[in-house]
């Protein structure tokens, strides 16, 4: 009897033992370079909008410190890659990174080619006496060889800025109503993509100013979104001086009333109303390209309205930005504009959303910061159209109360027009 007892419990001895494998701190440990690659922690947030998830959000003193369990542990390669570069090897990296915004992936493999992946975004923020540099329209969208501008804070004591592998150019600093900005020439060998911009000072010190997009093609950045049919329309980007022609639909437009490098100007043609394709062609027979939601194509939809245009740009607006920025409102519309509109016009404000904000909110007002008769608060999240009524009460207190302002957080007025 002492023997069938000791038989049953020696049976049971490679069971505990493999057991006891699989719950210690390597996980599937016991699985085989056939199995499927698995991330099991951490946990990666899902994509917002098909946006990429934010999977840190640092200060530019930390590094970027992550570590992967996978399975299976023994028989996989994992490799980091940080704004398609590859970054480290290994199931954890740990990286300093410069102040900005990157991209981040992380792969998996088995020697069987079996692999699986996850991404998202790495938000590194400058500390409060850094020298940043902020997004405030398309001055970030550059031209080799060409003068261009940063606007920021602390950019008294920045010297050069150096722009992907290039080499650093010379910066100067200036102030527009108490608005910080620095100048500088695109170094004329940089190719054409996206870069990261670094800020130098006098000591040698380097600061992130996140990415530019280099573009040695005429590329439109506002303007062909919206125009009214048989007036005299005006795009804006760089370039610009390159367009030999403009295609509307059937409609070549080879004639300008102005062209340089950053606008072009020419007569839309008489058309009805409705949604046409816009393209054009550059002085070497290439596509002239229109950037929209962060995208460069060789073709854009236009729609052609029999509506008054009275004003098209990219203009940003945030009420936190202190009173002498340009930004602090739009206020582009003098009152001379309203002087002649009759009694229930309709004024529509296209905008579109500055996806960093934290919130996004329009309110139309007179000078004074009255909201206008009839209106309130817009909050949204997406871009869209605001329609106000202009009845006489609005274009009295326009008059009266020093103008028509746009006001709010985290969006650009891109488009006014009145019907």
Not at 245 to 268: D, W
């Amino acid at each position: 009897m002492d023997f069938t007892y000791k038989t049953i419990i020696l049976s049971f001895l490679p069971v505990g033992i493999m057991l006891s494998s699989c719950s210690s701190d390597e996980p599937f440990s016991v699985a085989g370079p056939d199995d499927e690659p698995h991330i099991l922690a951490p946990t990666f947030p899902d994509r917002n909008n098909g946006n990429l998830p934010v999977v840190a959000n640092i200060s530019r003193e930390s590094n970027f410190s992550m570590e992967l369990t996978v399975t299976p542990a023994d028989y996989v390669d994992v490799v980091w890659y940080i704004d398609n570069r590859e970054a480290a090897a290994g199931c954890a990296i740990d990286q300093p990174l410069l102040a900005g915004t990157y991209e981040m992936k992380v792969v998996v493999t088995t020697p069987k080619g079996k692999s699986t992946s996850r991404e998202g975004i790495i938000s590194v923020n400058p500390l409060d006496t850094d020298p940043w540099a902020s997004e405030v329209s398309f001055e970030r969208i550059v031209s080799p060889g060409q003068g261009a501008i940063l606007y920021g804070r602390n950019l008294s004591s920045v010297t050069s800025i150096q722009i992907g592998n290039a080499a650093p150019v010379s910066a100067v600093y200036s102030t527009d109503a108490g608005v910080e900005m620095l100048s500088y020439t695109v170094p004329a060998t940089i190719e054409d993509g996206t870069s990261r911009i670094v800020l130098v000072d006098s000591e040698g010190n380097e600061y992130g100013g996140n990415k530019a997009t280099v573009s040695s093609s005429a590329l439109v950045t506002s303007g062909a979104d919206r125009m009214t049919s048989g007036s005299v329309c005006q795009l804006t980007g760089i370039n610009l001086d390159k367009i030999t022609s403009l295609k509307i639909g059937t409609n070549v437009i080879s004639s300008f009333s102005e062209k340089n490098a950053n606008s072009i100007s020419f007569a839309v043609p008489s058309l009805d109303d409705g949604e046409y394709e816009i393209s054009g062609v550059m002085n070497d027979g290439s596509a002239v390209l229109f950037y929209k939601n962060g995208n460069s194509e060789s073709s854009a939809t236009v729609v052609i309205s029999s509506q008054q245009t009275l004003w098209a740009g990219h203009h940003y607006v945030s009420w936190d930005l202190p009173d002498e920025s340009p930004n602090k409102t739009f206020n582009m519309l003098g009152m001379d504009v309203f002087a002649s509109v009759k009694p229930g016009a309709v004024m529509s404000i296209h905008y579109s959303v500055e996806p960093s904000a934290e919130y996004h909110q329009l309110r139309t007002t007179s000078g004074w910061w009255n909201d206008l008769p009839g209106t309130g608060t817009v909050e949204f999240f997406n871009d869209g159209i605001a329609e106000i009524t202009l009845t006489r009460e609005c274009l009295d207190m326009i008059q009266e109360q020093a103008g028509f302002l746009c006001v709010g957080h985290g969006y650009y007025v891109d488009l006014i027009t009145l019907r």
